[in-house]
């Protein structure tokens, strides 16, 4: 059934980064009978999609959607639902130019990593910002076409936590493209676990290694779990209930967790890895094939600085940061050893017994 139709929102969806997430869910949404509009800045990629549709590729759908795509410069209109699906350090130019086409009553839900709802907050409004939390497989390929890697866990939610009427059509919406998709009253708990998850793959993509191989290498948890430990710390103290997904439990990074339960968890988001045909991070990829910046400063770094306001040092959280960086200036190899210098940057006194 069309989500419109079903409650108050109306008229085409708008996907507004047509890259990995974004091709994937608005196919989803085109394939349920949704109707679709994309923006996206590559000028190749618009072309493709309106001459060719949108083709997404692998292990879960084959198929090729028809919707109409448009440069931010040319689009006209406004609209009810508006999904922001841009890498984080753009959400700032993407919510500014967005926001002439976001209806009065209209919504804007970031399909990002991060906390991006914050800074989308502040340019369309609270109470136009909808939290969405996603962990499944993608990446975009060639101009039109999009890889659709990988199952993960789906979750939205009012970032008050109210139920809405609003959110009970938008959770319904989501379920079009992933039936267990959550509705939640905690999605600030789901997007900090997804900060400290997010830390670790950022650590991952320090080598050439896969992200289940890393997660499974003995050698290297205890630096994985010292930076996994330093940013839940940092949402322990700013008063965060951080929510699990996917076989990653934050409680097992939280001050105090005992080891087993840390490689317990270890163990759980190597067979999720392992399901997936997306072996590396998209961080990776935009290292080692598309050589271009990652989303480290958007993503990790406002731990480093949020840490810093509470009183938390996050000594490895910032030398990870600072090694991406080497990484994106051609200054450093991506290899395994990397983790090994990481480990140097280990406190005597971990962040849990501060």
């Known amino acids: 059934m069309n989500a419109g139709m079903a409650g108050g929102m109306t008229g085409p969806i708008l996907i507004w980064g047509a890259g990995a997430i974004g091709g994937t ?184 290694d896969a992200i289940a191989d890393v997660f499974a290498d003995r050698r290297y948890r205890p630096v994985l779990a010292a930076v996994g430990l330093e940013v839940g710390a940092v949402a322990k103290a700013n008063g965060v209930r951080a929510e699990a997904f996917d076989g990653f439990d934050p409680s097992a990074f939280a001050p105090g967790s005992p080891t087993a339960a840390t490689d317990r968890s270890f163990d759980e988001m190597v067979v999720h890895n392992r399901r997936s045909a997306k072996s590396h991070t998209g961080i990776w990829r935009d290292l080692a094939i598309r050589k271009r910046k990652t989303e480290v400063d958007a993503q990790i770094f406002p731990i480093v600085e949020i840490g810093r306001k509470l009183g938390i040092a996050t000594p490895l959280t910032a030398r990870t940061v600072e090694m991406i960086h080497e990484i994106e200036d051609g200054k450093r190899q991506l290899v395994l050893s990397n983790l090994d210098e990481l480990a140097e940057a280990m406190p005597s006194t971990p962040a849990s017994a501060r």
């Open 25 to 208: 869910l608005g196919a989803a949404f085109i394939r349920a009978g949704h109707a679709v509009t994309f923006v996206d800045s590559d000028v190749s990629h618009v072309k493709a999609i309106n001459a060719e549709g949108l083709r997404i590729v692998g292990p879960i759908l084959q198929d090729t959607v028809k919707a109409p795509a448009f440069l931010a410069t040319a689009l006209a209109g406004r609209f009810e639902r508006i999904f922001l699906c841009v890498k984080a350090h753009h959400t700032r130019a993407a919510a500014t130019a967005l926001l002439p086409h976001l209806a009065d009553h209209g919504c804007v839900v970031s399909a990002q990593n991060g906390l991006n709802e914050i800074t989308i907050a502040e340019i369309v409004g609270k109470e136009r910002t909808v939290g969405c939390f996603v962990n499944f497989g993608a990446d975009y390929l060639e101009p039109g076409v999009v890889h659709y890697s990988g199952h993960g866990a789906v979750v939205i939610g009012e970032l008050d936590g109210k139920r809405t009427a609003r959110i009970e059509e938008l959770h319904r919406l989501m379920q079009d493209f992933e039936p267990k998709a959550v509705l939640t009253d905690n999605i600030w708990g789901f997007l900090w676990g997804k900060m400290i998850y997010g830390a670790l793959l950022f650590a991952t993509a320090l080598t050439d």
